[in-house]
């Protein structure tokens, strides 16, 4: 009896959100994947399999080229192995990296959602302001802040979210623009819910596609401002290792030991490519309008 | 159309203004504050810096003290250097165009080039050469500008010794050749990333203009594929690059401030760099306000040139 009644069985894709699909068979983001999470492994795993410590000194091994005396990527003007600050200074960028993006996406999402969802005055003061924030060269206004303050890592990713949390304002203001005035955001307002329920449970979980894209493009452009501002000197200081400050001597020894310019250079490269290669991804992933492009 | 130039000509000021109040903000919140490199030489005493402060008008509310600051600019006044008290309007004078130079021809280099790969990646949309050119965009705007720049100098300058390392000219030789040198490195490292993002955009633009009916037409009168290419897309598909050359005005000016201190070219970046090392606030001022006051005219004349151009903008 019950046999005859149940339907064919349909079969189930493996991993049932789509967006999650289409991201999983894109192949750039896969390889940005793939170099994240190798550099990641590399920054975490790689100090443990490293002969050197990354403070240890060697000052009869200075200069040392690649592959030699044991250090895979030669040695800097003290004789400490480069490997081994690379990878020290890896975990310090991406920290920043990450917290950036914690802290730029949460502004920029509150920032947008209430601009987007009030509208009116509160709206225009709001994205005037972003727009006076976008108006200054972000190296310049992110100087500015550095060379005043005690830069430490912290600090630094702080000053890096304020002057990256625009873009993730202006993004979610028009998401949110555009939602407002739907059925759900309605029937939200005729249950009587508050004004806090339906921008942070109704109106954000819905734009959440373009926040998570956004978000992991900052990560990408956080790296790059850290690596400016620690090459020029105004960043994270030494001795903390990051990619940017181990730069910031490179250039004076590009003659005679062009390593220390090349190797960490190409650390942030692939750091940020693969970011970036990710960010593409989830852009297409999350927008089935851009598969014709 | 008159109409529609003066109200953004208004929301531009008003801009200004915000972006002022801002930029004093920052400087003068930050801890420490302009009296800090007092507090470091030895012997000072508490008094002496608190004399230094009234003698400045630095104890005053900061309220105070900005709307005197913006009323001096207002009349040209932008006050005077710490560093070797020359007005800071003149300090920054001369340094305004080696920056403008250099900007100038990474922007005309990386138009001219991200254009063209941006149209054939449209006209030749998904094949072998689009796709690469995707990719290679998207690694370029990875790319740290200062590192590409090293790179550059151990290549052209160090191995090849094509290209001179750095400065905008030899002591002793004024000639445009002397010049053309200095400024070919420097001005192909900072147009690298603009090059992507033209490419990208022009590519977009250009596929919007393809599908409309004024293409078609075009085809269909029988003129030849590079006459519609010529007059009829390229054209077009310029328009809103206009705005975006406006939008990248931040981008290039701050990519401008690394790429000068890499070559040490003498230019605004360079005095940034300089003055905030020297604690030199009425010129780290100064110069905050010129790069934002440069980006919004940039915008201010992108918009107005698109108006000109496409009169219905202005009817919005």
Same mark, same amino acid.
Do not use: C
């Given at each position: 009896m019950t046999a005859a009644t149940t339907t064919p069985p349909v079969r189930q894709p493996f991993i049932k959100s789509r967006a999650l699909r289409r991201f999983l068979s894109h192949k750039l983001a896969m390889i940005g994947l793939f170099m994240v999470l190798g550099l990641t492994f590399a920054c975490f795993v790689g100090p443990y399999l490293l002969p050197y410590d990354e403070l240890y000194i060697d000052l009869r091994a200075r200069f040392a080229p690649p592959g030699t005396g044991g250090h895979i990527f030669g040695t800097d003007p003290l004789g400490r192995d480069l490997a081994a600050r690379l990878f020290h200074a890896g975990q310090i960028s991406m920290a920043v990296g990450f917290a950036v993006m914690v802290i730029a996406t949460t502004v920029g999402s509150v920032v947008g959602v209430v601009s987007g969802y009030y509208g009116g005055k509160i709206s225009a003061v709001l994205m005037r302001?972003?727009?006076?924030?976008?108006?200054?060269?972000?190296?310049?206004?992110?100087?500015?802040?550095?060379?005043?303050?005690?830069?430490g890592p912290v600090m630094i990713a702080v000053i890096i979210s304020a002057t990256s949390w625009m873009e993730v304002a202006r993004i979610v203001e028009?998401?949110?623009?555009?939602?407002?005035?739907?059925?759900?955001?309605?029937?939200?307002?005729?249950?009587?819910?508050?004004?806090?329920?339906i921008m942070f449970r109704e109106l954000l979980p819905n734009a959440i596609g373009p926040i998570i894209v956004a978000a992991s493009l900052t990560v990408a452009r956080a790296i790059l401002l850290e690596a400016y501002i620690s090459f020029l000197g105004y960043g994270i200081q030494p001795p903390l290792p990051s990619w940017g400050n181990l730069l910031n001597g490179a250039q004076q020894y590009l003659g005679s030991a062009p390593w220390l310019a090349i190797v960490p250079g190409l650390a942030i490269t692939i750091a940020v490519t693969g970011f970036n290669f990710i960010g593409d991804g989830l852009r297409d992933a999350f927008d089935s309008r851009a598969q014709g492009q | 159309m008159l109409r529609y130039i003066l109200?953004?000509?208004?929301?531009?000021?008003?801009?200004?203004?915000?972006?002022?109040?801002?930029?004093?903000?920052?400087?003068?919140?930050?801890?420490?504050?302009?009296?800090?490199?007092?507090?470091?030489?030895?012997?000072?005493?508490?008094e002496q810096i608190d004399k230094i402060a009234a003698q400045m008008g630095l104890d005053r509310p900061l309220i105070v003290q900005y709307f005197d600051w913006l009323q001096h600019m207002l009349v040209g006044d932008w006050g005077t250097s710490y560093r070797d008290g020359q007005p800071v309007l003149h300090?920054?004078?001369?340094?305004?165009?080696?920056?403008?130079?250099?900007?100038?021809?990474?922007?005309?280099? !990386?138009?001219?080039?991200? !254009?063209?790969?941006?149209?054939?990646?449209?006209?030749?949309?998904? !094949?072998?050469?689009?796709?690469?050119?995707?990719?290679?965009?998207?690694?370029?705007?990875?790319?740290?500008?200062? #590192?590409?720049?090293?790179?550059?100098?151990?290549?052209?300058?160090?191995?090849?010794? #094509?290209?001179?390392?750095?400065?905008?000219?030899?002591?002793?030789?004024?000639?445009?050749?002397?010049?053309?040198?200095?400024?070919?490195?420097?001005?192909c490292v900072l147009a690298l990333v603009d090059v992507a993002v033209w490419s990208r955009y022009m590519r977009t633009s250009t596929l919007n203009v393809i599908n409309q009916d004024f293409v078609r037409t075009a085809r269909a009168k029988g003129l030849t594929r590079r006459r519609v290419l010529f007059k009829h897309i390229v054209g077009n598909s310029l328009v809103p690059m206009i705005t975006l050359a406006g939008l990248q005005l931040p981008m290039v000016l701050g990519g401008a401030l690394v790429t000068e201190t890499v070559f040490t070219w003498p230019g605004m970046?360079?005095?940034?760099?300089?003055?905030?090392?020297? !604690?030199?606030?009425?010129?780290?001022?100064?110069l905050l306000m010129a790069s934002a006051m440069l980006v919004l005219i940039g915008n201010l004349a992108a918009d107005i040139a698109v108006a000109l151009i496409d009169p219905r903008i202005a009817l919005e």
């Open positions: 302001v972003v727009d006076a924030f976008l108006s200054f060269p972000s190296v310049f206004l992110l100087l500015a802040l550095a060379a005043f303050i005690q830069p028009a998401e949110v623009k555009s939602l407002r005035n739907q059925d759900f955001v309605q029937a939200a307002h005729m249950l009587g819910l508050s004004g806090r329920w | 109200s953004r000509f208004g929301q531009s000021l008003l801009l200004l203004l915000i972006v002022s109040f801002i930029g004093f903000a920052v400087l003068n919140l930050a801890p420490g504050g302009p009296l800090s490199q007092f507090a470091l030489s030895p012997g000072m005493t508490q300090v920054i004078e001369s340094h305004l165009f080696a920056t403008l130079l250099l900007m100038g021809t990474a922007t005309s280099i !990386s138009i001219t080039l991200g !254009s063209t790969i941006g149209i054939f990646s449209a006209l030749r949309r998904r !094949s072998v050469f689009d796709y690469a050119m995707t990719v290679a965009s998207m690694v370029a705007l990875s790319i740290p500008t200062f #590192w590409f720049g090293l790179i550059a100098i151990y290549i052209f300058a160090l191995n090849l010794g #094509w290209l001179p390392a750095g400065n905008m000219y030899t002591v002793g030789d004024g000639s445009v050749l002397n010049y053309l040198k200095h400024l070919i490195m420097p001005a970046g360079r005095l940034f760099l300089d003055s905030l090392g020297y !604690s030199d606030y009425p010129v780290v001022m100064g």
